[in-house]
């Protein structure tokens, strides 16, 4: 039986790699991931019984709180399986061709803003922060137009490859070492 794990992000997010490892880690082998982009997207399939699993952040080493998650868990009830941490790795991509020069926004999720809010402040403190649903959606977005060539995004590094983005700096969390939270969520019977 294939288990069905929805993630609070798309393609290429950390909510998606924290689901890889789980599963890696529980030793789960036939499984698929949703993308569900956000918590409540998570709750609400985890509910309905469309997923038999969710796993998104609740809290960040560096950035805290993840609010969008807690605004989201008092909605809905479901049952704690585990409790995890990954290391976050931000980085900051752009158009192909695009150099740093070029840059006039920086977009990504809230907490990745948080994340890097010291590099933001030193490295960038005339450029606008725009704020998105999530880290790879930012990643998505520019790939598709949707953000002007101008803008850079901070997101896992993956995104560079799935969305043919250029990786123009690694590394820029404020925290060498930037643990986030995780929970993998089951519904409540």
């Not at 990954?86 to 006039?104: E, F």
């Not at 960038?124 to 704020?131: G, I, N, S, T």
Request: proline share 3%; hydrophobic share 40%; with cysteine.
């Amino acid at each position: 039986m294939t288990i069905k794990i929805g993630v609070s992000g798309n393609r290429g997010s950390f909510s998606e790699d924290a689901a890889n490892h789980y599963c890696q880690e529980n030793k789960i082998k036939n499984f698929k991931l949703y993308y569900l982009e956000n918590v409540t997207n998570v709750l609400k399939s985890l509910g309905l019984g469309e997923i038999d699993k969710g796993v998104f952040p609740i809290e960040n080493s560096n950035g805290g709180i993840v609010y969008e998650a807690v605004y989201a868990m008092s909605e809905y009830k479901f049952s704690i399986e585990k409790i995890f941490e990954i290391d976050i790795k931000m980085n900051l991509l752009v158009s192909p061709g695009v150099n740093a020069q070029n840059i006039k926004m920086i977009a990504s999720h809230p907490q990745a803003l948080k994340q890097c809010r010291m590099y933001l402040k030193r490295r960038w403190p005339d450029v606008e922060l725009k704020e998105c649903s999530d880290t790879a959606r930012a990643a998505k977005d520019l790939s598709e137009g949707f953000l002007n060539k101008d803008c850079a995004v901070i997101s896992p590094k993956i995104c560079a490859k799935l969305y043919k983005l250029d990786l123009l700096e690694e590394g820029i969390q404020d925290l060498k070492f930037n643990f986030t939270t995780f929970i993998t969520a089951l519904k409540n019977e």
